[in-house]
């Protein structure tokens, strides 16, 4: 993969936070580190989940040693491992055991988005499912003291999910669709 390619996929993964995370407003705490420039992408090219592994651990060596006024949180963009949503699903496991077993968990999570992504209960084309579904999958490395900053401030957090389903059922699948497809054309 070029420096071209991955800053394609950067380019498409940014026209996603911005068209469908910030402005639907599905994390209100998303437009902050991102206009502030504190979001760091990565493009993983590897095609292997060990691999990816060790990526995700180095992601959170570096976001342990640099302060979160700097980076705050790390997209992990793998465009070639894991696009099976089922295989991704299954590694969601594996990061979360490398968490507790490197000591990171209670200092990061990972949130995790799929082009493919689909909720238990629903079906493959239901539009709840665009609320993670992103242009490449993607692990989202989060720093807890953060996220917990950010749920203290905001009132009733805990309606945020119920809120984006109601609100991408209300836009539909095709709309949520043509979003990412635009995204992915390189169109804002």
Same mark, same amino acid.
């Given at each position: 993969m070029?420096?071209?390619d991955a800053d394609s996929i950067i380019a498409q993964t940014r026209c996603w936070? =911005? +068209?469908v995370v910030i402005k639907l407003n599905l994390c209100? *705490? &998303?437009r902050k580190p991102f206009e502030n420039g504190k979001i760091r992408f990565v493009v993983c090219t590897t095609n292997q989940p060990q691999a990816l592994r060790i990526a995700l651990k180095? =992601? !959170? =060596? *570096? !976001?342990r040693s640099t302060e979160a006024s700097a980076v705050e949180t790390t997209l992990l963009i793998h465009p070639n491992a !894991?696009?099976? *949503?089922l295989d991704y699903n299954d590694f969601l496991g594996v990061a979360d055991a490398l968490l507790e077993d490197q000591g990171y968990d209670g200092e990061f999570q990972v949130a995790s988005f799929h082009p493919h992504y689909q909720f238990a209960g629903t079906t &493959?084309? &239901?539009a709840e499912n665009y609320t993670n579904r992103s242009p490449y999958p993607t692990l989202h490395l989060l720093r807890e003291e953060g996220l917990e900053r950010a749920l203290d401030s905001y009132p009733n957090p805990d309606k945020i999910p119920e809120r984006n389903i109601r609100t991408l059922n209300e836009l539909g699948a095709e709309h949520m669709r043509n979003i990412l497809? +635009?995204?992915l054309r390189g169109e804002p």
């Open positions: 070029t420096t071209s936070i =911005e +068209q209100p *705490f &998303a180095t =992601e !959170l =060596e *570096f !976001l !894991l696009n099976n *949503f &493959a084309d &239901a497809s +635009q995204c």
